[in-house]
Structures are given as C-alpha cells and as structure tokens.
C-alpha cells in the first residue's frame, strides 16, 4: 500500500505563486507515474499535470501550460508542482496520485493511489 500526502496549498491572490508537494511512504513509489488532478466545486475531478517515472516525460493540461512545472525527487519519494501566475479559475483541491505503471495517464481510473487533497484558492 502507498500513502500520498499532500501540501503546500493555501490562499493567495492572483498572479502569485505556490508549490505543492507530495509524499509518498509505506510501499515504494519506485517505477509509479505520478500526477496532479483538481477539482473545484461543483466540476468533476480533472488532470492537471503528470510526470513519468524518470522524470524526462512531462504532461500538462491546456490550462495551465507555461504555467504549472511538475517535478519528482525519486531520493525523497515526493512530487512537485509549482503554480505560477496563479489565477482565480485555479481555485480547486488539488491531488496526487500514483500509478503501477512508469508512464502518465490522463484519467482518473488509471491511478490507484490517492491523496487527500489540498486546497488551494485564489482570490481576484
């Protein structure tokens, strides 16, 4: 079994900056693609961003390319994302997953670890 835990959200204003960080413990990541899904209220869950195993393959959803850098620290066993230019349609909870699998996926299904989530909001 895995356990992802999510930080690093919060509340700030448009145009700034956050990084998010997920830990993984229990069962070895090693070899999982990883990636970050949100969700805001009312909307369905969606893909934001992925990496794969080794790091050198990176996916990004339309809204927030330019934006948005997902990195991993396979040492630490923990993924990143940082937001900038943060804007107020940003605001969701934000996850992270893991998948048995060395490749990203766009979907949810795909994933078989979850985190809690971590809320991030940004006001106008």
């Known amino acids: 079994q895995v356990q992802l835990v999510e930080s690093g959200g919060g509340l700030v204003q448009a145009g700034a900056s956050l990084r998010l960080s997920c830990a993984a413990s229990g069962r070895t990541v090693s070899g999982y693609g990883m990636a970050w899904f949100r969700q805001a209220p009312g909307k369905e869950r969606t893909f934001v961003a992925g990496?794969?195993?080794?790091?050198?393959?990176?996916y990004y959803a339309d809204s927030v390319k330019g934006r948005f850098t997902i990195s991993r620290d396979n040492a630490k066993r923990t993924v990143y994302l940082q937001m900038n230019s943060l804007k107020p349609e940003d605001t969701a909870v934000y996850y992270c997953?893991?998948?048995?699998?060395?490749?990203?996926?766009?979907?949810?299904?795909?994933?078989?670890?979850w985190g809690q989530g971590t809320q991030v909001t940004v006001s106008s």
């Open positions: 997953a893991a998948r048995t699998s060395y490749y990203v996926a766009l979907t949810d299904p795909s994933y078989d670890y």
């Open positions: 990496i794969n195993w080794t790091g050198d393959r990176t």
